[in-house]
């Protein structure tokens, strides 16, 4: 099993940062994973793809984010971020870690970030 966890949401104005973090434990390195990202959830909305990024380090990111969000990992720390600037409002969501390990995906209980205008 794994578990996840996530850090760093809260309140920010338009056109700033946050950095999300995501610890993930109950395994090995996150080397070992297939593949892990992050996801998000808008009120009235479905979950979408935010950015995902593999295990050889290839990147995939949602139109909506290119060029203002960077996924990245560390495998030392087992921790996967979500560099988030020039935040929107249409921003605003649940963000959640996501991991595939084993051909299973595991979720995070997601985090806050709502970006006012």
């Known amino acids: 099993q794994v578990q996840l966890a996530e850090s760093g949401g809260g309140l920010v104005q338009s056109g700033g940062s946050l950095r999300l973090s995501c610890v993930a434990s109950?395994?090995?390195?996150?080397?070992?994973?297939?593949?892990m990202g992050w996801f998000r959830q808008a009120p009235g909305k479905e979950r979408e793809s935010v950015a995902t990024i593999s295990r050889i380090g290839n990147t995939n990111y949602a139109d909506s984010v290119k060029d203002r969000f960077t996924i990245s990992r560390d495998n030392a720390k087992n921790t996967v971020y979500l560099q988030m600037n020039s935040l929107k409002p249409e921003d605003t969501a649940v963000y959640y870690c996501?991991?595939?390990?084993?051909?299973?995906?595991?979720w995070g209980k997601g985090t806050l970030v709502t970006v006012s205008s």
């Open positions: 996501y991991a595939r390990y084993s051909g299973v995906d595991f």
């Open positions: 109950g395994t090995g390195s996150i080397f070992l994973m297939n593949a």
